[in-house]
């Protein structure tokens, strides 16, 4: 099939099947005497395989270590284990973060006691303050 097609199968545009393939993500493709690529089901698994890492947060290098786990079935997945096992502590320290960033937005939000009143509204006092002294808001 050619690239079009590859993208249409895949859901992927053209760019970043291309892209993929400058990344060396993908095995290069066969070529027609008039050099169009023609790529094979294999292919397509390939990029179906890289869409769904790239869906779960996995950067270009994380999906370039997993096709090179993927691409030797003999050898150990303890670097996929060890890379998955990163990966959730990455998460676990974004959730972290979120439920912090959540407690000043609630508490900020508790500041305005009189919403129709812009010029005391108890938010804008704050963030007016934090800005000025460069504090962490509340």
Not at 58 to 67: A, Q, T, Y
Not at 72 to 94: F, H, M, Q, W, Y
């Amino acid at each position: 099939m050619q690239i079009g097609e590859l993208a249409r199968s895949t859901g992927l545009k053209v760019e970043t099947i291309r892209y993929y393939e400058r990344e060396h993500l993908l095995p290069l493709p066969q070529r027609t005497k008039g050099n169009y690529r023609l790529y094979s089901p294999r292919h397509a698994e390939r990029l179906r395989f890289i869409r769904f890492c790239r869906s779960i947060d996995m950067s270009l290098d994380e999906v370039r270590i997993l096709i090179g786990a993927l691409d030797t079935p003999s050898g150990s997945c303890l670097t996929v284990n060890a890379l998955l096992d990163e990966k959730i502590a990455e998460v676990d320290a974004r959730v972290d973060e979120l439920h912090k960033l959540q407690d000043q937005l609630r508490q900020l939000r508790g500041l305005c006691q009189q919403p129709d009143q812009g010029e005391i509204c108890g938010i804008l006092v704050e963030l007016n303050r934090c800005t000025e002294s460069r504090k962490p808001v509340v």
